[in-house]
């Protein structure tokens, strides 16, 4: 594991109840539930699990306050932690059941294998990715979210929830994977905070703060609230935010043909994401400590990708060790580098529309050294209002400073206005960024 502390969860816990606890080189305390043992602790000590409705060193219970969550299907766990024989063997368990219920292309199968497989050690890393299904109604996105959910770390369906603190608690108290359908949160009170969770949580160490009624209602405490973790999006279009944008891996479902996926879910479907989940815990058990993410850096793949999708590419090639020597695996190194490098070309296209763009194009064709901001904002106006009319009524010489400077120009004043430079290093990473050769 990349750190060596001690972890409780919920962190603010006041009744010695809670839902997960960490401590390296000693323990691990989960959860686990089925309807004759009720909600108990599964605890990993020395190669060991015992199962126990205490955890003496702690003192501590299991957190009952998510047993209306469990009841109603909003959080998943599992029932107990099962044998399992290999990593490459629990990998194809979960292909052939995302294959079973839902319809997509092989290479990203491998994609969301591993994305399922990785929910189960997010702690060893110190950034995840978002996995995220765009499509209209009816392409088969909820499904998509649903069944690679289901194999997930502790998938938390968010729906319904009023306030934005609901949100947090839920989030904070139960960690796993957060399963998200934008539309449910469209036009509400709460959308603000969804997003607040999407830009703090693909990272450790950034909580979004609150301010909390002090008990007895004597004023408030600002409180931290852990939303770090995986979560898995259905939406329509794209977020607005580049930056949010980026950290998410995203798959265009298509709308089946295969007449053997089932219309409804039928029961088999817990009950296999169950037996799944419980040999998934023992994986958890036995890697959480051990696992850490690489240092390589794919030379074709821009910086942001690469850090996503490192903590997927670490258990890509444990998996394809696993699988050496057997008849025609697929690798999943290949068929994650391969979808990574297909979602990067896609991002520069689509850099290749925004007004950044257009400007350090301007700057690339014009024939001064140090061209002004003026003359880039006309030139740029000139080439492009024809498909954006509005681009000349906002795109001002201020403005247009203010983007350059934004990614990485520098706009000095002189006795003709303001002119436009930059270093030739600063200009080749630009040309790198939105994919312009030479």
Known sequence: MNFKREIIRPSNTQANQISFYFKPDTAIVELVHDYDDGLRFAIYERGNVQYAEEYAPKTAKPLGSLLPLIHSGTIRLPSLAAHFSTIGQLAERKRRFIRTYFDCEPEFESVAVLYALHTWVYEAFNAVPYLRFLGLLGSGKTRGMMTVGA??????????????????????????????????????????????VLNMGYQKGLPVIRNEPRPGGNGFDPTPFDV?????????????????ESRCLSYMPRQTTRTDIPLQLPEEFEREALEISNEALMFRFLNLESISPSAHREPDLSPRTCQIIQPLLELADRIDADNAGKVSPRSYREDLLTFAKVQDLKAKDEQKATVEYFLLEAFLNHN??????????????LAHKIDDPKLEYWLNPRRTGQLLREIGFETPHSNKGSKVVITPEKLASLKKRFGIAG
Do not use: H, M
């Not at 770090?228 to 949010?244: L, Y």
């Not at 061209?371 to 740029?380: G, I, K």
């Open 151 to 196: 194999l997930c770390y502790r998938p938390v369906v968010i729906s319904g929830v009023a306030t934005g603190p609901a949100l947090f608690r839920t989030i904070e108290i139960a960690g796993g994977t957060v399963l998200l359908d934008e539309s449910d949160f469209q036009n509400t009170s709460v959308g603000a905070d969804i997003i607040k």
């Open 228 to 244: 770090f973790g995986p979560k898995i999006i259905s939406g329509r279009r794209k977020f607005r935010d580049e930056a949010t």
């Open 368 to 381: 001064e050294d140090a061209p002004l901001v003026s003359d880039l904002a006309r030139e740029c106006v």
